[in-house]
């Protein structure tokens, strides 16, 4: 029953610390309540500064280089190629071999020979 008694006070005290922290508080600065060990004991209140951004939300460096890499990969050949000026006409035998293609797919279905 003793522990009891003084497990109040200690939430008592606590709340006295919080009170305190918060009037000493800078603009933007929060203070995470604290938490309860395993134990029953208490962790002390964190405090958090203005503008402070966790390791995990914090992006991933890049290079400029390794953004150009990015960046060239998606394109189509060197930087300034337009593939639509490059194509050539289809020749006649290009056209026939796709129409005879086209037919065999027809009559075979979508198989092969």
Same mark, same amino acid.
């Given at each position: 029953?003793?522990?009891?008694?003084?497990?109040?006070?200690?939430?008592?005290?606590?709340?006295?610390?919080?009170?305190?922290?918060?009037?000493?508080?800078?603009?933007?600065?929060?203070?995470?309540?604290?938490?309860?060990?395993?134990?029953?004991?208490? =962790? !002390?209140?964190?405090?958090?500064?203005? @503008?402070?951004?966790?390791? *995990?939300?914090?992006?991933?460096? /890049?290079? +400029?280089?390794?953004?150009? =890499? !990015?960046?060239?990969?998606?394109?189509? @050949?060197?930087?300034?190629? *337009?593939?639509?000026?490059?194509? /050539?006409? +289809?020749?006649?035998?290009?056209?026939?071999?796709?129409?005879?293609?086209?037919?065999?797919?027809?009559?075979?279905?979508?198989?092969?020979?």
């Amino acid at each position: 029953m003793a522990m009891a008694g003084s497990g109040g006070r200690e939430g008592e005290e606590e709340l006295k610390q919080l009170a305190e922290l918060s009037k000493t508080l800078k603009e933007g600065e929060r203070i995470l309540a604290p938490t309860r060990r395993p134990d029953g004991t208490l =962790r !002390k209140p964190i405090r958090i500064r203005a @503008g402070y951004v966790p390791q *995990d939300e914090v992006a991933i460096y /890049k290079s +400029k280089g390794a953004l150009w =890499r !990015k960046e060239m990969a998606s394109q189509e @050949g060197p930087p300034g190629y *337009d593939p639509a000026l490059n194509a /050539k006409p +289809k020749t006649k035998s290009v056209k026939r071999n796709e129409r005879k293609k086209e037919k065999r797919l027809q009559t075979f279905g979508w198989k092969l020979p």
